[in-house]
């Protein structure tokens, strides 16, 4: 089994999009018995809190239903998951220190990405956009990247892993 994790900061806009749009297309690919995922946030501030309602209604009109429940990153994480995914570089050097105070070790390079690193159309700008404080435009647009994303980094996953349905 391979575990992922997307990693945001409160663990209400990006992380759960990215993890519910990530299993849908593990389970179209059939895939969902040999890959699994989930998010966290690197900050306390909504844990047990549902996702964004304004990131739940991009998702339900795109045919997704977001159920997660907001938690922050623990020093478990370390060792359940082969993959996290931040989704901009704040979150991934967070990652990276919460990492060696929890484990005394960083997270090894090769399992954590910045998860615009799979996005083709990314142009140089590796942040998945935090759409918090904007607009319901900018969290379709997380939508749309967070697909691309998705897209790609299942692609990465079966090819490294040679993973078959």
Known sequence: MINILFVCLGNICRSPVAEGVFRDLVGKRGLQEKIKCDSAGTSSYHIGDQPDRRMCQIARQRGLQLTHCARKLSGDDFYQFDYILAMDEANFED???ISYRSSGFYFPEGQLYLYREFDHLANGDL?????YYEDIAAFDEVYDIVERCG????DFLVEK???HT
């Open 95 to 97: 990652i990276r220190n």
């Open 127 to 131: 942040t998945v956009p935090d759409p």
């Open 151 to 154: 897209h790609n980094f299942l």
């Open 161 to 163: 892993h040679q993973l």
